[in-house]
């Protein structure tokens, strides 16, 4: 059976410790006649993340294979779209810095046969190019090639999914994106002759180690800047409140580096104030009244093939049953950011004295949570 825990969508980092930690890889490092190397696909835990490829930039020889592996608890993919036409399915977008009419799948569609708010995560994404059992990809230039979600961790019944290996066997320079993180995280690969300079297993991880290094500090400075509490006044002598939900490339300065986590985590307010929270990144807002919280992607097992990932519509849609805060109700304020129909925000009214905990339904398994103490005023 699929668990949440294929389907989490976002990560997060490490701390500063990762900055000297061994470069995970499939084998030792191998020396300068290797034909295979391992690049890292994101880096991080908890409530920190690095959305990138490390190193984002590869040379290798025709023939060689590369290996992309899983470097955190974040769900990425590694997808080759460029010139390539993509299996039939209905929803598709233009592909960031590609050609006009150059596409890539968008990530939620209409599931077949149901009605217009069925909908769940397309399965060019969710799963890979490659079927199980079938020889290892060998990718020209032209062809659409995608790992499907690959996850650090393995639910219990759930194949594993942690590595995507390809052959390249045509000169060029080939471009690829993660299809979660359409918008900011790609890599390059470039083939060259066997008679000229690439890289070996040495080269990739002192870049991969040297790109961490670099970026990891942002997620620092944001967190930093996240805890500065901003309020204004509001109606009838009440104050507004304002909390980040996620930090994003307007605060670290690289929209790769960010922060999964409400800022201010814990909130204290009068009865009468109002909450506001903004989000530029797949977050949402969820005050749960009772065990357990609702999961975002419910698996849909099929009769052939693959099971249906179906978003599950009490999580993917808004939902505010009074403007006040009452807290034997669920409330929702479904994605927030650039992607959502929902908007950048959502604010939500106390009058209860007490303390109310909410969380991120895409994060929770990252432990992006909140609180909100409400005191009498």
């Known amino acids: ?16 410790t990762l900055l000297a930690a ?7 490092p191998a020396g300068q006649d290797s034909n295979e190397v391992v690049v890292l696909v994101g880096a991080g835990q ?27 608890d974040e769900l990425h993919t590694v997808a080759f779209t460029q010139g390539a036409p993509l299996p039939p399915f209905p929803a598709t977008a ?44 060998t990718y020209s230039g032209n ?60 080269s990739v991880s002192a870049r991969a180690r040297a790109e961490i290094a670099a970026e990891m500090p942002l997620t620092a400075a944001a967190r930093e800047q996240g805890q500065q509490t901003k309020k204004e ?22 929209g790769r580096a960010q922060v999964m986590e409400f800022l201010p985590k814990d909130l204290s307010v009068k009865a009468g104030d109002s909450v506001v929270w903004g989000s530029a990144y797949f977050h949402s807002v969820s005050f749960v009244p009772t065990a357990p919280p609702p999961e975002f992607v419910v698996p849909k097992p099929q009769p052939g093939g693959p099971p249906q990932l179906v978003l599950n519509p009490v999580v993917a849609f808004p ?29 939500l009214a106390f009058d209860k004295p007490g303390t109310y905990e909410y969380a991120c339904l895409i994060h929770r398994d990252l432990g992006m949570k909140g609180s909100i103490t409400v005191v009498a005023r």
Not at 2 to 14: E, F, M, N, T
Not at 58 to 67: E, F, K, L, Q, S
């Open 143 to 202: 062809t659409f090639v995608s790992s499907g979600l690959l996850q650090k961790r393995t639910p219990p019944g759930a194949p594993p999914n942690e590595t995507m290996s390809v052959v390249f066997d045509t000169p060029g320079t080939y471009s690829y994106l993660c299809l979660i993180h359409t918008d900011r995280m790609f890599g390059t690969i470039e083939v060259v002759g066997t008679d000229e300079d690439a890289d070996n297993q040495d």
């Open 94 to 137: 233009q592909a960031p810095g590609g050609k006009p009419g150059e596409v890539i799948p968008t990530f939620a569609v209409p599931v077949p046969g149901g009605g217009p708010s069925d909908l769940m995560v397309n399965p060019l994404i969710g799963f890979a190019s490659r079927p199980p059992g079938a020889p290892v990809e």
């Open 22 to 28: 061994p470069i995970p890889s499939l084998a030792e």
């Open 46 to 72: 908890d409530t920190t993340q690095l959305l990138n490829y490390f190193p984002a930039t590869v040379r290798v020889h025709t023939g060689d294979t590369v290996t992309w592996k899983i470097n955190g």
């Open 319 to 347: 939902s505010k049953p009074t403007p006040t805060y009452d807290p034997t109700k669920y409330y929702n304020s479904a994605d927030l950011g650039p992607f959502s129909f929902a908007g950048y925000s959502w604010s």
């Open 233 to 254: 006044a509001g109606p009838n002598d009440n104050t507004v409140w304002y909390v980040r939900a996620g930090m994003s490339d307007i605060f670290s300065g690289d």
């Open 1 to 16: 059976m699929v668990s949440r825990k294929l389907l989490r969508l976002l990560v997060a980092g490490i701390g500063l």
